[in-house]
């Protein structure tokens, strides 16, 4: 689910990121032919090709490649999750783990929402669309230390924002929400889920279809996604374990506007804890992306190889992609208020005050909440005003904020 009110998010719709989905190859590749073919199914897609590669060679989260890189770490009190559990850059970082640096996320719970803290990192422009992603996750079962059985969400997912309820432009894939000890009402799973849209009003509530595989992920997996013709094909571990389409509406799950590349671990609930401090992890070894090509998972995985083997650790000449101006024909109306400008099609970042902004009187931004023209919130250290009406649109990813300065 990735991030939002609903919980991905808002169930950020995504099933953690709402949303849950997830695919995973295994590890290495193997000699298969690659399979390689332009993506045309969207014509928004013609700008949005290039290579982002990742081996997330950092020393920390505010080390300056890292976020010359076009990476971000959350740092606020939001959804998803337990009301009121902190998000950390503290609880990123970047260990060595089998002689390879790894990006690490870590979340932890004493079983009270001010005693649950939360961590994620992303990519922090809207670019990536159709194409192929990839990446090499560890997931775990168990806590690092303290008692087990707490409703962790450990993920990998690209999402955009939504603009309002039941946007239908709103794209959202979630390659893998894993969750070792289960939540939502269910048992252990590793989600796979794609989105059409979702809505905060009068309750929340989504519109996705979703593939699980009901057993341990446990280890180190690779996560491979095939974005192209309408198709949406997940694999795990080179199997492939969802072709989605349509939701059972009817509605296209195929992503409509460009995204941001996401990791995130959270609690969706506290149910699960039984007594003292719990911290859990998940790593990231590498992350792949090529746009407007089909790679399949062995030769996505050997590519991510290849650029190891020549001590390359960072590759990134994605452009910024075109979103369609007319949201494609679908069974479901959307609202016809609020009204709200047109997104431009790439999301632009007036520059940083030189003064301090005064952030004392300004909220936390939050992912459920709706802001109007004018109002103001704190987000990762900054303060932002709004341009418009808008919800679940995190300020500086998207053009419906500006930046007053750094708090």
Same mark, same amino acid.
């Given at each position: 689910?990735?991030?939002?009110?609903?919980?991905?998010?808002?169930?950020?719709?995504?099933?953690?990121?709402?949303?849950?989905?997830?695919?995973?190859?295994?590890?290495?590749?193997?000699?298969?032919?690659?399979?390689?073919?332009?993506?045309?199914?969207?014509?928004?897609?013609?700008?949005?090709?290039?290579v982002?590669?990742?081996?997330?060679?950092?020393?920390?989260?505010?080390?300056?490649?890292?976020?010359?890189?076009?990476?971000?770490?959350?740092?606020?009190?939001?959804?998803?999750?337990?009301?009121?559990?902190?998000?950390?850059?503290s609880?990123?970082?970047?260990?060595?783990?089998?002689?390879?640096?790894?990006?690490?996320l870590?979340?932890?719970?004493?079983?009270?929402?001010?005693?649950?803290?939360?961590?994620?990192?992303?990519?922090?422009?809207?670019?990536?669309?159709?194409?192929?992603?990839?990446?090499?996750?560890?997931?775990?079962?168990?806590?690092?230390?303290?008692?087990?059985?707490?409703?962790?969400?450990?993920?990998?997912?690209?999402i955009?924002?939504?603009?309002?309820?039941?946007?239908?432009?709103?794209?959202?894939?979630?390659?893998?929400?894993?969750?070792?000890?289960?939540?939502?009402?269910?048992?252990?799973?590793?989600?796979?889920?794609?989105?059409?849209t979702?809505?905060?009003?009068?309750?929340?509530?989504?519109?996705?279809?979703?593939?699980?595989q009901?057993?341990?992920?446990?280890?180190?997996?690779?996560?491979?996604?095939?974005?192209?013709?309408?198709?949406?094909?997940?694999?795990?571990?080179?199997?492939?374990?969802?072709?989605?389409?349509?939701?059972?509406?009817?509605n296209?799950?195929?992503p409509?506007?460009?995204?941001?590349?996401?990791?995130?671990?959270?609690?969706?609930?506290?149910?699960?804890?039984?007594?003292?401090?719990?911290?859990?992890?998940?790593?990231?070894?590498?992350?792949?992306?090529?746009?407007?090509q089909?790679?399949s998972?062995?030769?996505?995985?050997?590519?991510?190889?290849?650029?190891?083997?020549?001590?390359?650790?960072?590759?990134?000449?994605?452009?910024?992609?075109?979103t369609?101006?007319?949201?494609?024909? $679908? *069974?479901? =109306?959307? /609202?016809t #208020? !609020? +009204? %709200? @400008? $047109? *997104?431009? =099609?790439? /999301?632009? #970042? !007036? +520059? %940083? @005050?030189?003064?301090?902004?005064?952030?004392? #009187?300004?909220?936390?931004w939050?992912?459920?909440?709706?802001?109007?023209?004018?109002?103001?919130?704190?987000?990762?250290?900054?303060?932002?005003?709004?341009n418009?009406?808008?919800?679940?649109?995190?300020?500086?990813?998207?053009?419906?904020?500006?930046?007053?300065g750094?708090?």
């Amino acid at each position: 689910m990735s991030r939002t009110t609903r919980t991905t998010t808002a169930a950020l719709t995504s099933l953690a990121t709402a949303a849950a989905t997830a695919l995973i190859l295994s590890g290495g590749a193997d000699a298969s032919p690659a399979t390689t073919s332009p993506a045309t199914a969207n014509p928004a897609a013609a700008a949005c090709g290039g290579v982002l590669f990742d081996d997330f060679h950092y020393a920390s989260p505010t080390d300056g490649a890292f976020t010359q890189a076009g990476w971000t770490t959350r740092n606020d009190v939001g959804s998803p999750g337990v009301p009121g559990a902190r998000w950390l850059t503290s609880n990123v970082s970047f260990p060595t783990v089998n002689g390879e640096r790894v990006a690490q996320l870590a979340a932890s719970t004493d079983g009270s929402a001010a005693g649950t803290t939360h961590s994620e990192l992303y990519q922090n422009q809207l670019r990536f669309l159709e194409g192929t992603y990839a990446s090499r996750v560890r997931f775990t079962d168990a806590p690092d230390s303290g008692p087990d059985g707490d409703h962790v969400n450990e993920t990998y997912f690209t999402i955009s924002p939504l603009r309002y309820d039941r946007d239908p432009l709103y794209s959202e894939l979630d390659f893998s929400e894993y969750l070792p000890n289960g939540g939502w009402g269910g048992p252990q799973a590793n989600y796979q889920t794609s989105w059409y849209t979702y809505w905060n009003n009068p309750t929340w509530d989504g519109l996705r279809t979703s593939t699980a595989q009901n057993r341990s992920f446990a280890g180190w997996h690779d996560i491979v996604t095939q974005v192209s013709g309408g198709h949406v094909k997940y694999y795990l571990d080179g199997v492939l374990t969802a072709d989605h389409t349509t939701d059972a509406q009817g509605n296209p799950v195929y992503p409509r506007t460009p995204m941001s590349i996401n990791y995130n671990m959270w609690f969706i609930d506290t149910a699960g804890h039984t007594s003292g401090n719990s911290v859990y992890t998940e790593q990231v070894d590498w992350t792949y992306y090529a746009g407007n090509q089909v790679v399949s998972p062995a030769d996505a995985v050997a590519r991510a190889g290849q650029y190891r083997s020549a001590g390359t650790s960072h590759v990134d000449t994605v452009a910024g992609c075109t979103t369609p101006t007319t949201p494609p024909q $679908t *069974t479901t =109306t959307p /609202p016809t #208020t !609020p +009204t %709200t @400008p $047109t *997104t431009p =099609t790439t /999301p632009t #970042t !007036p +520059t %940083t @005050p030189s003064q301090p902004a005064n952030c004392s #009187t300004a909220a936390e931004w939050d992912w459920g909440t709706v802001y109007l023209e004018g109002q103001r919130v704190k987000h990762n250290a900054h303060l932002w005003q709004a341009n418009w009406w808008t919800q679940g649109s995190e300020p500086g990813l998207t053009a419906q904020w500006r930046d007053l300065g750094h708090c």
